[in-house]
């Protein structure tokens, strides 16, 4: 028997996490060969999400849980999932049935039969997203494969399962700043990439802004691309090319014709150009800094408030103190 470990990132879950279970469930009966083990990382919700997680965790004894201190982030939940999960396979699956556990069974035969070592999942739609988000999404996804090494599928999403030698070499790379989707691609291996149509969420809502996005696909670009660092080094080489002709222009002007006070306009533009591009070069750069600054410190990933362990020394006091 093969167990898979299904990890579920949650943050403000509680109205979804009841349909997840039972769907869960439904697969989970379809595939009687294995066993599973249900990992939900609680990443620092505000609402019932961690009751519910104990809940289930009462009365299901293959359900594990860990929650954060705070909200770390979708990226901490999965390193958290990774570490945590004991199973020979591991799933990384939405809370809100975005990522169908219908396709399990799929997956699971690619990875067991067809010589993968990870089976991965794309949308092919984006079928009730707004259109601007899609846009944009796609835009950096197109950018992504331009400047970085990593190979980016277009509407891949987190949802995956993978072997044991998947996971050991995902949590081999012990960075600070977790960008999954490249982190993935990375890793190499054999994956198998099934697709899908959108699905769209079964309860609450995203917690994804645009904002939140924007600065998701940065971290993504500084974590695996060093191309917009070349990128400013060319500019400012380019932008001294141009300076050293406009001096000599300026030299013989002044030699044939003599001096002349006009120009200051253009001048002005020129100066606020430069300057500009000089800003947004060390604002490149101070990004890349940043990160550097966050990874050398070796802060943890994230803090664990509370596991399953404690909620079962929790119930033994209850009962000690019930007998008392
Ligand atoms: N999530 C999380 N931490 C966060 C934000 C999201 O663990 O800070 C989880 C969320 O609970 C869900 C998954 O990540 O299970 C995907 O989030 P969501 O559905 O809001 O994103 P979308 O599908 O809209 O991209
Ligand atoms: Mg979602």
Same mark, same amino acid.
């Given at each position: ?7 579920? %990132? ?44 104990? &809940? ?17 982030? !979708? ?15 591991? *799933? ?7 990522? %169908? %556990? ?16 990870? *089976? ?9 997203? %707004?259109?601007?988000? /899609? ?20 509407? *891949? ?8 030698? $998947? ?6 790379? @012990?960075? $600070? ?9 990375? +890793? ?26 924007? !600065?998701? /696909? ?6 695996? /691309?060093?191309?917009?660092? $070349? ?16 001096? +000599?222009?300026?030299? +013989? ?17 020129? +100066? ?5 591009? @000089? ?13 550097? $600054?966050?990874?050398? !410190? ?9 596991? &399953? ?16």
């Amino acid at each position: 028997m093969k167990k898979i470990t299904v990890i579920v %990132p949650c943050y403000n879950e509680e109205q979804a996490l009841h349909y997840f279970y039972e769907e869960m469930e439904r697969v989970a009966a379809q595939m009687p060969e294995n066993t599973f083990e249900y990992l939900f990382v609680d990443d620092g919700s505000r609402d019932g999400t961690l009751a519910v997680m104990r &809940e289930l965790c009462a009365k299901d004894a293959r359900v594990r849980y860990v929650s954060f201190s705070r909200n770390f982030g !979708k990226e901490a939940a999965i390193y958290a999932g990774l570490t945590h999960a004991t199973g020979d396979y591991v *799933a990384i699956m939405d809370a809100d049935l975005q990522d %169908p %556990p219908l396709l399990l069974p799929e997956m699971y035969r690619a990875v067991t039969g067809e010589g993968y070592d990870s *089976a991965a999942t794309r949308r092919v739609t984006r079928k009730g997203e %707004p259109p601007i988000r /899609s846009f944009f999404a796609r835009r950096f996804y197109t950018l992504m494969n331009k400047i970085s090494d990593v190979e980016l599928m277009d509407g *891949a999403r987190d949802y995956r399962l993978m072997n044991r030698k $998947y996971v050991d070499a995902l949590l081999s790379l @012990q960075e $600070y700043n977790r960008f999954s989707k490249g982190l993935f691609g990375w +890793v190499g291996f054999r994956t198998k990439w099934i697709e899908f149509e959108n699905v769209e969420r079964i309860a609450g809502e995203t917690k994804w802004s645009f904002w939140k996005l924007f !600065k998701y /696909s940065l971290d993504g670009i500084v974590a695996f /691309s060093s191309t917009p660092l $070349y990128l400013s080094s060319i500019i400012g080489a380019g932008m001294c090319g141009v300076a050293m002709l406009a001096i +000599v222009f300026i030299i +013989v002007r002044q030699l044939l014709f003599g001096g002349s006070a006009y120009g200051w306009p253009s001048m002005a533009c020129i +100066v606020i150009l430069i300057g500009g591009l @000089q800003l947004l070069c060390i604002g490149i750069l101070g990004l890349y800094l940043s990160k550097a $600054y966050l990874e050398v !410190k070796h802060r943890p990933v994230y803090i664990v408030k509370e596991t &399953e362990t404690d909620a079962v020394e929790r119930a033994g006091e209850d009962e000690c103190k019930r007998e008392e």
